[in-house]
């Protein structure tokens, strides 16, 4: 039976495609100001000639 000895690997994989916190920002950030601006404004906003 042979002993197998561990070596490290002799460099690091390089990651591939985008990390995934620039993707969920990239994808939610549209998201949150469209809902910011689209949302019904109150009405004693609207009352005041905010429209």
Known sequence: MAI???RPA???PEPA????TVLML???T???LA???LR???QSAARRGRT
């Open 10 to 12: 002799t460099k690091n």
């Open 26 to 28: 990239v994808t939610t």
């Open 4 to 6: 197998h000895t561990y």
């Open 40 to 42: 019904p404004r109150s």
């Open 30 to 32: 549209p998201a949150v």
């Open 17 to 20: 495609g985008t990390p995934l």
């Open 35 to 37: 809902a910011a601006l």
